[in-house]
């Protein structure tokens, strides 16, 4: 295996962790049991038992045109640490990507960390030029651990979206597979770090998107990468 295939760890803000891989093909296998228990929009997989076989005929039939092609559809992950030992409980078919899953569980836990969040990206970590798909899951991280990001997308934020604006993103996030459950997150996450070029569509979005911009950027100067310098990343194989 070449290095450009490890998984490094990145501790990007006090709860928020991202593994990175710069084979898509790989980053994908590792999150996908678990980024589908979290928030698959086919309830078969929502929380319950599958295998990864099981998972990749459903996917190659429904979305892939007789093709596996999840890991070029999706760039990014993101999941709740405490979805890991939730999925894992159900596992009959375990492999090395769940072996590892677990011990990041298990790596976090040591740190005291049991209730953070996980993020995926396709590249290594550039600091100083963290790039879109690095910059939305990190909304989604903040968005589930930070009250004061939080606070400020439900309370300011949101309620300011007209509804028929929420209706048309809403439209958007079926087509993109995204479940119900996860739809202000991800109207979030877009509207902070960049919208789909659907979205662009809409007239007057670029006005809705503003302060949610502003407010992301805030966050992101404050919290990312503020942390320990020998703590910034860590290796792993598989
Ligand atoms: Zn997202």
Redesign the pocket.
Known sequence: MEKTDQFRVYKLAEKIFCVANKNPYRLAMFFLRYQEFYESNNPDFKGKQFTIVKYMDWYANKYGKGLFSYPDDFA?F?IPQTIIKDCIRTVTDLNEYDIQMDFLDHHLKCQDIHDGYIIGVPYYIDEKKPNSILK??FA?GLYRTSPLYRASIEHDLLPKVPKKIKKQCAKIFENYM?DSS?HE??MQ??FSTGILTEMRKIPGIQDIVAPFQKNFKSFFKDKFMKVNGSDKYHTFNI
């Open positions: 990014g993101n939305h899951e989604h995204y996860v997150d991800e996450a877009y």
